[in-house]
């Protein structure tokens, strides 16, 4: 990521977008999705809107739109776990861009989806049950829709960006989710994204030609004509649909968004991002409820204690709230799985600090935490996962970090057991100082709680 720095103030300014495509990689995990999908997705929608010739103000703000478009797509994964008892990532992917009009097709796919390895008798219980109630469907979307834009707004984003992920699912017959609405009533922006999404779906699986074909088979059902229309044109422009696997594809989706509306974040807007994907990241779970905030607050108030200086303090807090960003691949099954987990399973729920490395790695302004964060359930005794480091390859953030997630993790409940009151919890921490856990962290947590 480029830094660009304010000659007047002498502040480093980080590019908004870069930031943003950057964590798009992260959102593709928990939507099932290929790495990369949103910002092929983005590449897509902006030819669209320059075909249109939409305004610099509305291609910026379809540009955001997309790379925010499954922002909230964390938010129903337990939901769609309870209803499927499946891998929330597997459902989503089989079902987003299903076609419900034709009923064999989507019974067919729905049932391959419900108790996944589960008995006969469940499988067809959860299939039933499904077809019991028709809000699921839209209430499914419109937690995500609405979670998504809440996002948008929350970083400052315009209404029109909040607007296009709100209706992203709609369809110009009407027959869309979560307002029914339809043709005109749909935002441009959402009519755009949706086309733009499905194709890469598609595309991605099968190719171009299976892509556009789908595409044109719902012409005037899920989507505007003219649109379709517009991407059937490029079928045979094999140069253009290669750069959608070029190792570049990020800088070349950057290069899209109208020069003059890159937006340049400070220190602080780095902070809000880091919030931001905080909040996405414990929707994960309803057991993971503001978990990344609080061992956010408890890492700052024991390297304060300790007498970290301001700017080390403030990258011990991004790396904390963003130590959990791996969790978003993890199947929501496994992280709400109230009994014991099989040793295959241990190793996958391990898996989630190898992706916070992969995603945060990706982040120019994120490079002096990305390790820090991803170190946090390794121990100084070298029992720690995944990578089995020891103490002396620990900086003292990065022990700091482990402690805080440790006690917030014991003092709150999850699915195989109530939270612990906090004097428990400490004792146990206090047992584990100068052998797993570093002592001086556990020391200043003690004067803290």
């Known amino acids: 990521m480029s830094l660009r720095p304010e000659t007047a103030r002498g502040l480093r300014l980080v590019s908004l977008s870069e930031v943003l495509t950057a964590l798009s990689y992260a959102l593709d995990l928990t939507g099932g999705l290929p790495p990369g999908h949103t910002v092929r997705t983005c590449m897509i929608g902006m030819r669209i809107a320059n075909t249109l010739g939409l305004s610099d103000d509305e291609s910026a703000a379809l540009y955001d739109a997309v790379l925010l478009k499954d922002a909230g797509s964390s938010s129903n994964a337990a939901y769609v776990t309870a209803l499927f008892d499946t891998d929330d990532r597997i459902v989503k992917r089989h079902l987003r861009w299903l076609d419900r009009e034709h009923v064999v097709t989507a019974a067919f796919h729905v049932a391959r989806s419900v108790a996944v390895g589960g008995s006969p008798w469940s499988r067809v219980t959860h299939f039933l049950g499904l077809f019991d109630n028709d809000q699921i469907g839209r209430n499914l979307i419109r937690v995500r829709s609405e979670r998504g834009a809440k996002v948008a707004l929350r970083l400052g984003f315009p209404r029109a960006t909040a607007h296009a992920i709100r209706s992203l699912d709609e369809q110009w017959d009407g027959c869309g989710l979560p307002d029914g609405r339809r043709g005109e009533e749909i935002p441009l922006l959402s009519r755009i994204a949706n086309l733009a999404q499905t194709v890469e779906a598609f595309r991605a699986q099968r190719g171009v030609g299976y892509a556009i074909r789908t595409a044109c088979a719902r012409r005037g059902r899920w989507?505007?004509?003219?649109?379709?229309d517009i991407v059937a044109a490029w079928e045979n422009d094999s140069e253009w649909w290669a750069k959608l696997d070029s190792p570049d594809v990020n800088a070349e989706a950057l290069a899209l968004k109208p020069s003059n509306h890159v937006r340049l974040v400070d220190e602080r807007g780095i902070d809000d991002v880091a919030r931001a994907f905080a909040d996405i990241i414990d929707a994960k779970s309803p057991f993971t409820y503001c978990h990344s905030t609080r061992v956010a607050s408890y890492a700052g108030a024991i390297a304060e204690r300790l007498g970290l200086k301001e700017e080390e303090r403030r990258r011990l807090r991004r790396a904390a709230l963003l130590h959990d960003i791996g969790k978003l691949g993890v199947?929501?099954?496994?992280?709400?799985?109230?009994?014991?987990?099989?040793?295959?399973?241990?190793?996958?729920?391990?898996?989630?600090?190898?992706?916070?490395?992969?995603i945060l790695s990706r982040v120019g302004a994120f490079a002096?935490?990305?390790?820090?964060?991803?170190?946090?359930?390794?121990?100084?005794d070298g029992s720690g996962y995944p990578w089995g480091v020891r103490g002396e390859e620990l900086d003292l953030p990065t022990r700091i970090l482990c402690v805080a997630d440790v006690y917030d993790a014991l003092t709150s409940a999850r699915p195989y057991r109530p939270a612990m009151a906090p004097a428990v919890a400490f004792s146990l921490i206090q047992g584990e100082a100068g052998t797993r856990l570093c002592g001086e962290a556990v020391d200043a947590l003690a004067s803290l709680v």
Do not use: C, I
């Open 223 to 228: 989507f505007e004509p003219r649109l379709v």
């Open 331 to 358: 199947s929501s099954r496994l992280l709400d799985n109230p009994g014991a987990l099989t040793r295959f399973d241990r190793n996958a729920m391990q898996q989630h600090s190898v992706y916070t490395w992969e």
């Open 368 to 380: 002096d935490f990305a390790r820090m964060a991803a170190l946090h359930h390794e121990k100084l």
